[in-house]
């Protein structure tokens, strides 16, 4: 594929062109990765689907955005090159910020693991008796560094986060990420879905925040079916925890190159995508 704009970061997922100064490309692939690694298979669609998707949580989260003095970094999901249409958004350029903002509702993966050992996640302390899959009291901020491709994000302390963006910024971001958190959990749960964690990343604009990247897909968020949830186990998910299960199961040793992906874990990937995609936004995928 070849577009008329410099290619300008190749990330995990997206492709990064430059249109001009203001603006950049984002352009959604099929790849998928796990475990720090991008997997020789691609999944169908599932760059259609996390484009889509990103597009309508922008939609409906631009008013909780507009309450705390920022905004999004959307302008089109048409105007792109055809070649590239349905995977691709026009997106204003930003001064990225260099953390990940993650929140979370409920105890799962690396935070249980942190909580087994500690009682808490880093330097925000949880009750005791959580286990796998529990609701927290409230939604907890847990931000992490941003790791290049092929490297690890690694959790940090709210100082952390001052010491990168200074305290004002870093309190601003900790508000914004919360509260996105909380509105994406109750549009999830009115369409029968747990939204267990997520992260988002904020750049800068004009001296304000503004949330780029995606938001809140089957790649950034787990997603589980609210009939199923069950403390106390791993639990069924619309979004690539299939895949890292398999991963695990298959014997690769996460250090040589990722196996390719077998069709039926493909398809059941797809599916999940798709699923979250038609149960959260109540529109069939085409």
Same mark, same amino acid.
């Given at each position: 594929m070849t577009l008329p704009f410099d290619l300008v970061a190749r990330g995990k997922v997206r492709d990064v062109?430059?249109?001009?100064d203001d603006r950049l490309l984002l352009v959604a692939s099929d790849r998928i990765s796990a475990y720090d690694h991008v997997l020789p298979t691609p999944i169908p669609d599932k760059g259609r689907v996390l484009t889509a998707l990103s597009v309508w949580w922008f939609e409906q989260l631009a008013p909780v955005l507009a309450e705390h003095g920022a905004?999004?970094?959307?302008?089109?999901?048409?105007? /792109?090159? =055809?070649?590239? +249409?349905?995977?691709a958004v026009l997106v204003r350029r930003l001064e990225m910020l260099p953390v990940e903002c993650v929140a979370r509702g409920y105890l799962s993966g690396s935070g249980t693991v942190e909580y087994q050992r500690t009682g808490?996640?880093?330097?925000?302390?949880?009750?005791?008796?959580?286990?796998?899959g529990s609701r927290l009291p409230e939604p907890v901020?847990?931000?992490s560094t941003k790791a290049a491709v092929g490297e690890h994000d690694e959790a940090i302390p709210f100082t952390g986060v /001052?010491? =990168?963006?200074? +305290?004002?910024q870093a309190e601003a971001l900790r508000a914004l990420t919360l509260a996105l958190y909380r509105r994406g959990a109750e549009i999830a749960e009115d369409a029968g879905i747990v939204l267990a964690d997520t992260k988002f990343e904020f750049g800068t604009a004009g001296g304000s925040l503004v949330l780029g990247d995606e938001v809140l897909t089957?790649?950034?968020s787990r997603f589980w079916p609210a009939t199923t949830w069950s403390p106390g186990a791993a639990q069924p998910s619309y979004d690539k925890q299939f895949v890292?299960?398999?991963?695990?199961?298959?014997?690769?040793?996460?250090?040589?190159?990722p196996p390719e992906l077998p069709e039926d874990v493909v398809a059941a990937t797809r599916d999940r995508y798709v699923k979250a995609y038609e149960q959260l936004t109540g529109t069939p995928f085409r």
């Open positions: 062109y430059a249109v001009d905004t999004h970094h959307l302008i089109s999901a048409d105007d /792109v090159p =055809a070649e590239v +249409a349905g995977r808490a996640i880093v330097d925000v302390p949880l009750p005791a008796g959580l286990v796998e901020f847990t931000p /001052v010491d =990168a963006v200074g +305290a004002e089957p790649d950034s890292r299960d398999w991963l695990t199961v298959s014997g690769w040793d996460r250090v040589s190159p």
